[in-house]
C-alpha cells in the first residue's frame, strides 16, 4: 500500500532534530506559561481572599486588594492570551474557511498567520511605549503605574514564540511561520512609520466592521479580529493612537467585578474533579429519574441544579458528557440524542444564577449584579420545564427509557441530604448578593474555597496534581474570556464615538415604532448574531448598540439583559459556531452534524421560552420586586 504524502512528512519530521528540539521547546514554554498564570490565578484568589477575611472578621479593609487583584488580572489576560495559541484555544469561525479546496487552505492559513502577527505586534510594541511613557502612581498601591502594563510586551513575544513553535511541525510549516511573522512586522511598520491614512474620510466604524467580518471569515480568532479590525481603522483614520488602544484595553478589563468569572470557571472545574457535580447527578436521579425518559430528564435537570453554583456552561458540558452520556447510549439512546441533550441543558449554567455571562453583560450595562442574578432564576426554571417537557415528547415518541418506579421518599432524602453541602452554595450565593452582604466577586471567591473544601477535605475526590491542572485549565479560561473582554472595549469606543448606537436607534425606529416589533427584530439580530459568533464576543459589540434603543422604549435593562443572555446562549446550540454542540460531540466522539439536527427541539423549546420571556417582562423582574 503507498504512504500518502502527510503520512511520509511526518515520518521524517519525527526524525528531524530541529523539529524534535522545537518540540521539546514547546513543551517547556506550555509548563512555563502554565505554571505562571495558575499562580497568577492562586494570587488573586488569595488577594480577595484577604480582603473579605479583613472586611468580615475585624471590621476593616485593605483599601489595596481591589487594585492589585485587578492589576493581576490583568497580567493574567495577556499571559493567557499568548497560552492560547495552544491546541487552537482562541475562538475562531471555520465554517467558511474550511470549505476552501485543499489547495487553498495553506494560502488561507498562512494569511490568518500574518494577521495574527501583525496584531501581535503592534499589541506588543504599543504596551512596550505604554508602559515606557505612563507615569504617575497608583491609587491604593502606591506602585508606579507603568507595572500595570509591564506584561504587555512579555506577552507578546510569548505569543510570537508560540506561533512559531505550535505551527512547527515540519521544515516547511516552520519557514511559513517565520515569514508570516516577518510579514507581519513588515505591515506593522508601514502602518506606522508612514504618515500616510489612506481612507480619509471614509467612516471609521464602517472600516472597522468591515475589516472584523473579512478576517472572521477568513478564518482569524475572534479576538485578533477584533484587535486587528480596531487597529486598522484607528490607524486609517489617524483616529487613535496604538498605545491609547492598549490602554483601552486595559482599564476595560480590570473592572473588579469581572474577577467573579476567573472564581466562577475555577470553582465549575473544581465542582467537576470533587465530585460535588457526581453528587448533584445522583439528585436530579432521586428526582426525576422516574420519568419517562429518566436519564434525559436527569440530564436537563441536573445542568440547571449546577446552574446555580458555576455560572459555566463549557465546564457543564464537558464534565456531563464524560458521566452521564456513556451511560444514556448503554440505555438505548442515540448517541446523537444524548450529546444534544447534554448540549442544551448546558445553556442553563448561565442564565440559572450565578452566570459569567450576566457578569460580562454587567460590566459593559454598568448593570446591578444582585438583579440580574435573582431575575434569571424564574427564566432558567420556564427553560428547564420546557426542555423536560421536549425530552418527554422525544422519548415518547422513540420509545426512550419508559420510566422507573418512583424513588422513595428515604432514598430521596438521602440523596438530598448528601449534596446539601453543594446546593447550599448556590443558596448562599443569592441570598447574600441580594441583601448587599458580598459582592459578585468575593461570593465568587468564595465559591471557589467552598468547592476546594468539599472536593479535597471532605469527598477527598482529588489529588494535588488534579487541583493544579485544574488551576491551570481555568487561569487559561478565564485569561481568554478577558483577552475578548479587553478588545472589545477599543472596538465599541470607535462605534461610540461615532455614535453608532444613536444610529442604530434611529433606524431601528424608522422600520417600526411598535415596541413589540422593535424587540423581535433585536432578538433576530440577536439571534443571528449568536450563530456566528462566541457569547462574550456577541455581547460585547450587539448590547452597546441595542442598550439605547431598549432603554429608549422603557425596556429594564436587567429585562434585556436576560433576553440577551437567552438569545446569544442558544448560538452554542446552532451551526456553523455551536460551541456547546462541538464541545461534547469531540469528547463523545459523535460526529457534530447529526447533534446539530438532534438539538431542534430543545431551540424550538428554548425558542417559546424567549418569546414568554421577551414579551411578558414580569417573568424576569417578578422575583426581584417580591424579594424587596
Request: proline share 5%; hydrophobic share 55%.
Amino acid at each position: 500500500m503507498a504512504v500518502s504524502n502527510d503520512a511520509m512528512r511526518a515520518s521524517r519530521s519525527e526524525d528531524d532534530p530541529l523539529i524534535r528540539g522545537l518540540a521539546r521547546l514547546l513543551s517547556g514554554v506550555d509548563h512555563v506559561v502554565g505554571a505562571f498564570c495558575a499562580f497568577l490565578l492562586f494570587a488573586i484568589t488569595l488577594t480577595v481572599t484577604a480582603g473579605i477575611i479583613w472586611r468580615y472578621g475585624f471590621n476593616a479593609s485593605f483599601p489595596w486588594t481591589e487594585e492589585l487583584a485587578s492589576w493581576i488580572f490583568g497580567w493574567l489576560i495577556f499571559a493567557g492570551a499568548a497560552a492560547g495559541h495552544r491546541n487552537g484555544r482562541h475562538i475562531a469561525v471555520t465554517a467558511l474557511a474550511d470549505i476552501l479546496p485543499a489547495r487553498w487552505r495553506p494560502t488561507q492559513g498562512f494569511v490568518v498567520d500574518c494577521i495574527i502577527a501583525y496584531a501581535t505586534i503592534m499589541l506588543m510594541l504599543s504596551g512596550f511605549e505604554l508602559s515606557r511613557v505612563i507615569g504617575g502612581i497608583s491609587a491604593a498601591l502606591l506602585w508606579p503605574n507603568w507595572i500595570k502594563y509591564m506584561l504587555i510586551p512579555i506577552s507578546g513575544g510569548i505569543g510570537l514564540v508560540y506561533i512559531v513553535l505550535v505551527r512547527a511541525t515540519d521544515r516547511r510549516s516552520l519557514v511559513s511561520a517565520v515569514l508570516a511573522i516577518l510579514v507581519g512586522a513588515a505591515a506593522y511598520a508601514l502602518t506606522t512609520l508612514i504618515d500616510v491614512h489612506p481612507f480619509a474620510g471614509v467612516s471609521p466604524s464602517l472600516i472597522m466592521m468591515a475589516a472584523f467580518l473579512a478576517t472572521l471569515a477568513l478564518g482569524v480568532p475572534v479576538a485578533f479580529s477584533l484587535l486587528f479590525s480596531v487597529f486598522i481603522a484607528t490607524w486609517s483614520v489617524d483616529l487613535l493612537p496604538p498605545a491609547a488602544v492598549v490602554q483601552n484595553m486595559v482599564v476595560g478589563s480590570s473592572k473588579f467585578i469581572l474577577l467573579a468569572i476567573p472564581f466562577f470557571l475555577t470553582a465549575g472545574y473544581l465542582m467537576n474533579s470533587g465530585g460535588i457535580t457526581t453528587r448533584i447527578i445522583a439528585l436530579a436521579d432521586a428526582l426525576v429519574g422516574h420519568m419517562r425518559g429518566g436519564l434525559a430528564q436527569v440530564n436537563i435537570f441536573h445542568s440547571a441544579l449546577v446552574g446555580g453554583i458555576s455560572g459555566s456552561s463549557g465546564a457543564d458540558t464537558a464534565s456531563t458528557t464524560k458521566v452521564l452520556v456513556p451511560e444514556m447510549v448503554k440505555r438505548g439512546y442515540s448517541p446523537a440524542f444524548s450529546c444534544a441533550c447534554t448540549a442544551s441543558g448546558a445553556i442553563l449554567p448561565n442564565i440559572i444564577p450565578p452566570s459569567i455571562a450576566m457578569l460580562v453583560y454587567a460590566s459593559i450595562a454598568d448593570a446591578s449584579v444582585a438583579r440580574l442574578f435573582v431575575g434569571g432564576v424564574v427564566p432558567g426554571i420556564l427553560l428547564t420545564a420546557l426542555m423536560m417537557i421536549a425530552v418527554h415528547v422525544i422519548a415518547s415518541q422513540r420509545d426512550y427509557e419508559r420510566g422507573r418506579k418512583r424513588a422513595t421518599l428515604s432514598f430521596m432524602m438521602r440523596a438530598f441530604i448528601d449534596s446539601i453541602p453543594s446546593l447550599s452554595l448556590a443558596i448562599a450565593i443569592l441570598v447574600t448578593m441580594r441583601f448587599g452582604i458580598v459582592t459578585a466577586t468575593e461570593a465568587a471567591v468564595v465559591a471557589v474555597l467552598w468547592a476546594f473544601v468539599l472536593g479535597k477535605f471532605l469527598y477527598r475526590e482529588f489529588d494535588w496534581r488534579q487541583f493544579y491542572r485544574d488551576m491551570v485549565e481555568s487561569a487559561i479560561d478565564s485569561a481568554l474570556i478577558g483577552f475578548l473582554i479587553a478588545v472589545s472595549v477599543p472596538f465599541a469606543w470607535v462605534l461610540i464615538a461615532e455614535q453608532t448606537p444613536q444610529q442604530v436607534v434611529g433606524w431601528a425606529k424608522a422600520i417600526t415604532r411598535d415596541p413589540a416589533g422593535l424587540l423581535l427584530i433585536v432578538n433576530l439580530l440577536l439571534l443571528f448574531a449568536g450563530t456566528f459568533l462566541d457569547i462574550t464576543a456577541s455581547m460585547l459589540i450587539m448590547v452597546p448598540l441595542f442598550l439605547p434603543l431598549m432603554i429608549s422604549l422603557g425596556v429594564d435593562p436587567i429585562h434585556f439583559g436576560i433576553i440577551v443572555v437567552v438569545n446569544l446562549m442558544l448560538g452554542g446550540l446552532t451551526p456553523p459556531f455551536g460551541i456547546l454542540v462541538f464541545i461534547a460531540a469531540s469528547i463523545a466522539r459523535v460526529p457534530a452534524g447529526p447533534v446539530f439536527r438532534e438539538c431542534l427541539p430543545f431551540l424550538y423549546a428554548c425558542l417559546i421560552g424567549l418569546g414568554l420571556i421577551t414579551y411578558v417582562p414580569s417573568i424576569t423582574l417578578s422575583l426581584w420586586r417580591w424579594l424587596e
